[in-house]
């Protein structure tokens, strides 16, 4: 399918992560729906941006943990854009707990966006895919679903790891349909999640306690993510589904013996 007849949801699209996809997706050509839950202004100035450089681009607001919402995004994404090629899985929320600080409500908001998001988007999704015989998903999980050490992330990490064996029986049941599933696991990316509410100097600290984890000896840029999503969401990669893509840097500081 030629680049031109893309379009492209990326769920939690405006910032950080998500935008850089948006932004990565559009220069390979595709109409891309900026999705978001909470704050128009950032969604609208990336689709301002996307438009000033050719592309074709939307905002959508929905709370892709709640079914219903799901489908109105994907009707009005495939209504102003055209039927849908690419679903990018991005939304995500992290609340760091430990066994003593455990939050149920915490974790369940985690597990309802983070995976139910995907099952509502993927169910939305799959049936024009399906009938198209061509579909391209690919959902964010993180290097903690797979058993990095850092600390607080127990939690969150379980999410993430729903993610990934969900990736793999979607990618089971709709391969035969031309649809590939995949996922990539991103290390420690500079966001705005990652700073958080630390001050500048706690966060230079961070940065340097990440980057001495990595092999490669710097931390990551939403851009690195990018660039593994554009392959996987690209015609070229037909024959590459349930594949789990970790973009560490080559973290030193898994748990396990595996």
């Not at 949801?9 to 405006?14: E, H």
């Not at 900026?34 to 074709?56: F, H």
């Not at 039927?83 to 609340?95: D, E, F």
């Not at 995976?115 to 579909?135: E, L, W």
Request: glycine letters at 12%.
């Amino acid at each position: 399918m030629p680049p031109t007849q893309q379009v492209a949801i990326v769920t939690g699209g405006s910032r950080g992560i998500g935008r850089a996809i948006s932004t990565r997706l559009a220069a390979q050509g595709a109409a891309i729906c900026v999705n978001y839950t909470a704050r128009p202004e950032p969604a609208e100035a990336l689709v301002a941006e996307l438009r000033a450089g050719g592309a074709t681009a939307i905002a959508v607001r929905a709370d892709v943990s709640d079914a219903a919402q799901a489908d109105a995004l994907l009707e009005q994404a495939e209504a102003q854009l055209g039927p849908l090629t690419i679903l990018v899985n991005n939304a995500g929320v992290s609340a760091p707990a430990t066994l003593e600080t455990y939050d149920e409500a915490a974790l369940d908001r985690m597990r309802r966006v983070n995976v139910n998001g995907v099952i509502n988007t993927i169910r939305a999704a799959m049936a024009g895919m399906k009938g198209r015989g061509y579909g391209r998903i690919v959902n964010i999980a993180s290097n903690a679903a797979i058993g990095t050490a850092l600390p607080g992330t127990t939690f969150y990490a379980a999410t993430k790891a729903e993610v990934l064996i969900l990736t793999k029986r979607f990618a089971l049941e709709l391969g035969g349909c031309g649809i590939t599933v995949n996922a990539v696991c991103p290390g420690w990316i500079v966001t705005d999640m990652a700073r958080g509410s630390a001050t500048e100097a706690e966060f230079a600290a961070r940065v340097e306690a990440m980057r001495e984890r990595t092999m490669v000896g710097r931390v990551g840029a939403p851009e690195d993510i990018a660039a593994a999503v554009g392959f996987l969401a690209s015609p070229e990669a037909g024959f590459t589904t349930a594949q789990v893509l970790t973009v560490d840097g080559g973290r030193k500081d898994y748990i396990g013996h595996g």
